[in-house]
């Protein structure tokens, strides 16, 4: 297993659309096991594959350092079949450094997916892990929580930015 380069805003791959994947292989599990590594060192609650450079419809998940009882969710080709309700809580990003905003989600989802041996699974969730899958599916989109916070935050992050890159 390896620890991959996470890749930060605004590289144009997490602005990509993911495509489904087609093939389960052995090196598509080598990803996954790859992506929970460096999702584990970061460390993070979740990752997809743009964030490590590969534009394909691949997340991982794992909120167990935040409420116990979860394992590891490697997810292949996920969508959500059914939203309920609303939660708004502060969200970050492995792509999006120093940057946090508070985001409305759905409460409750069911996501389809297959798992890393091929086989399907929908998967009910609630709260923080519900808030998980809508970030990393998102991310299969091309979308940012940057995208969906305020225009003032997103101006203000954007200058920082600027501000930190050219200091640096
Ligand atoms: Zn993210």
Same mark, same amino acid.
């Given at each position: 297993?390896?620890?991959?380069?996470?890749?930060?805003?605004?590289?144009?791959?997490?602005?990509?659309?993911?495509?489904?994947?087609?093939?389960?292989?052995?090196?598509?599990?080598?990803?996954?096991?790859?992506?929970?590594?460096?999702?584990?060192?970061?460390?993070?609650?979740?990752?997809?594959?743009?964030?490590?450079?590969?534009?394909?419809?691949?997340?991982?998940?794992?909120?167990?350092?935040? /409420?116990?009882?979860?394992?590891?969710?490697?997810?292949?080709?996920?969508?959500?079949?059914?939203?309920?309700? /609303?939660?708004?809580?502060?969200?970050?990003?492995?792509?999006?450094?120093?940057?946090?905003?508070?985001?409305?989600?759905?409460?409750?989802?069911?996501?389809?997916?297959?798992?890393? /041996?091929?086989?399907?699974?929908?998967?009910?969730?609630?709260?923080?892990?519900?808030?998980?899958?809508?970030?990393?599916?998102?991310?299969?989109?091309?979308?940012?929580?940057?995208?969906?916070?305020?225009?003032?935050?997103?101006?203000?992050?954007?200058?920082?930015?600027?501000?930190?890159?050219?200091?640096?």
């Amino acid at each position: 297993m390896a620890v991959l380069q996470i890749r930060k805003y605004p590289d144009p791959v997490l602005r990509q659309k993911a495509q489904p994947v087609g093939d389960i292989d052995e090196a598509l599990r080598r990803l996954i096991q790859d992506m929970a590594e460096t999702m584990y060192a970061a460390p993070g609650i979740g990752l997809a594959a743009p964030q490590v450079g590969v534009p394909k419809q691949v997340i991982v998940v794992d909120i167990s350092t935040q /409420e116990q009882g979860h394992p590891l969710i490697a997810l292949i080709n996920p969508e959500i079949l059914e939203a309920h309700g /609303e939660v708004e809580s502060q969200e970050g990003c492995l792509s999006l450094p120093e940057f946090t905003t508070t985001l409305r989600r759905a409460q409750q989802v069911l996501v389809r997916g297959l798992s890393p /041996e091929g086989k399907p699974l929908e998967l009910e969730a609630t709260g923080l892990l519900a808030i998980a899958l809508q970030h990393e599916i998102d991310h299969l989109q091309g979308t940012l929580i940057l995208d969906r916070a305020s225009l003032l935050s997103r101006e203000f992050y954007k200058k920082r930015l600027k501000k930190l890159t050219s200091a640096g």
